[in-house]
């Protein structure tokens, strides 16, 4: 398994501004990814991000938006830019494959915009 | 990766078993199933997976049916922490780097 953390663990912002997210890792991983979870609804996957390449985006999801660096094997960033009410959300760090492809999370980062 | 359908919510009395089911019927050859749960304000935690055996640990027991079609997850003496909500997952071993992708899950909660 690993231990992720996360930070911030929450914030509050103001609509138009911009937070980035960090995801720290203690083990080195191949994969790692972010997920959105809406009030009262399941999580939805933004992105895969591997280390040395660009991350990969899924439908509704683009990077000027959600600009996401993987520097390293252990560490990403993802920000989530010029933010509105609508981006109020917990964002997940994960982390994969480990044994038989299980993946791990992070204990998330509450967003609230004003 | 298959798809999977649960019961939206179940309620369980404290100390008795939590049977959680899951219906997968086009799952491949190939395909795990997979069981996460969050609790509330938390990121998911992984509980179990299985191909085809039954599997056991110190969380939970995975019952798959003989053609895979669906599986049961089992809580053997539920208590108040584990109320959260549970996903069932299925998708093949070679899929590692590919991400879970969640439904909605069963909201179970343990009841006092």
């Known amino acids: 398994s690993a231990v992720i953390s996360q930070k911030p663990s929450r914030d509050i912002c103001q609509r138009g501004t911009s937070l980035t997210i960090q995801c720290q890792v203690d083990?080195?991983?191949?994969?790692m990814f972010w997920y959105r979870q809406q009030p009262g609804q399941s999580l939805t996957l933004i992105a895969t991000a591997n280390q040395g390449s660009e991350a990969t985006y899924e439908s509704g999801f683009v990077i000027d938006k959600f600009p996401i660096s993987r520097p390293n094997l252990t560490f990403s960033t993802l920000t989530v830019s010029n933010m509105s009410p609508e981006d109020s959300s917990i964002y997940l760090c994960?982390?994969?494959?480990?044994?038989?492809?299980?993946?791990?999370f992070g204990p998330g980062t509450r967003l609230l915009v004003l | 990766d298959a798809k999977t359908t649960q019961p939206p919510s179940m309620d369980c009395a404290e100390g008795r078993a939590a049977n959680l089911p899951c219906n997968h019927s086009t799952i491949s050859g190939n395909e795990y199933v997979y069981w996460y749960r969050q609790i509330h304000s938390q990121g998911p935690q992984y509980i179990i997976h299985?191909?085809?055996n039954n599997e056991t640990n110190e969380m939970a027991s995975l019952i798959i049916t003989e053609d895979r079609k669906s599986s049961t997850l089992i809580l053997p003496h539920a208590t108040l922490r584990d109320t959260a909500v549970y996903y069932c997952?299925?998708?093949?071993?070679?899929?590692?780097?590919?991400?879970?992708?969640f439904g909605k899950g069963t909201r179970l909660s343990v009841i006092a």
């Open positions: 083990s080195q991983v191949t994969m």
């Open positions: 994960s982390v994969g494959p480990f044994r038989a492809g299980a993946q791990y």
């Open positions: 299985g191909l085809k």
């Open positions: 997952i299925v998708r093949a071993l070679n899929s590692g780097n590919t991400p879970l992708v």
